[in-house]
C-alpha cells in the first residue's frame, strides 16, 4: 500500500479509506489539514459559490489522499464510480450542483478529464464539527 502521502486523520474510529479487490470505499472527508478543521459553517444563499471552492478542494484531496493510500505499487485509480458531496446547506440553498462541480474538478485534474462516473450533491442539515462539506468516494483501481 502507499504510504508516503500524508493521510488525513479520522476524527474517529474507523478507517479513511477500504479496499475490496479492485474498489476503494472513502469514508467521509471534510476540509482538514492535519486533523484540523480549516473551513466551517453553514452554506448560505448569500454567500458567493467561489467563496466554498476552497473548501470543497481540500476536502476532495483529502478523499483522494486515503484512496491512493490503498494502491499498490503500479497500480492508479481509473474512474471514480461514485462522487457523493455532502453540503451544510440552509434550507433555501439550491445550488448544490455548482458547488459539487468544484469536487468533479479537482479529480479531472488529478485523474483525468473523464474520470467522474455518477455523482450526488446533498444538501444536509448539518455536518460534523459544522464542517460545510464532506466529500466520499468510490474508486476503481487498475
Do not use: W
Not at 60 to 79: F, P, Y
Not at 83 to 101: C, G, M, P, R, T
Request: glycine share 4%; proline share 5%.
Amino acid at each position: 500500500m502507499n504510504r508516503n502521502l500524508e493521510q488525513p486523520i479520522p476524527q474517529g474510529k474507523y478507517l479513511p479509506a477500504v479496499r475490496n479487490n479492485d474498489l476503494i470505499y472513502t469514508s467521509g472527508m471534510t476540509p482538514r489539514k492535519a486533523g484540523k478543521l480549516i473551513y466551517t459553517g453553514k452554506i448560505r444563499v448569500t454567500n458567493p459559490i467561489d467563496s466554498h471552492k476552497d473548501a470543497v478542494r481540500l476536502a476532495t484531496l483529502n478523499a483522494l489522499t486515503a484512496a491512493q493510500a490503498c494502491l499498490n505499487e503500479g497500480e492508479c485509480i481509473s474512474v471514480i464510480l461514485q462522487l457523493s458531496v455532502f453540503l451544510n446547506a440552509e434550507d433555501e440553498f439550491v445550488e448544490h450542483s455548482k458547488i459539487a462541480d468544484y469536487a468533479s474538478a479537482v479529480l479531472m485534474e488529478k485523474l483525468d478529464i473523464n474520470c467522474i462516473g455518477s455523482r450526488a450533491a446533498i444538501g444536509v442539515a448539518s455536518l460534523p464539527s459544522n464542517a460545510p462539506v464532506e466529500i466520499t468516494l468510490i474508486a476503481k483501481v487498475v
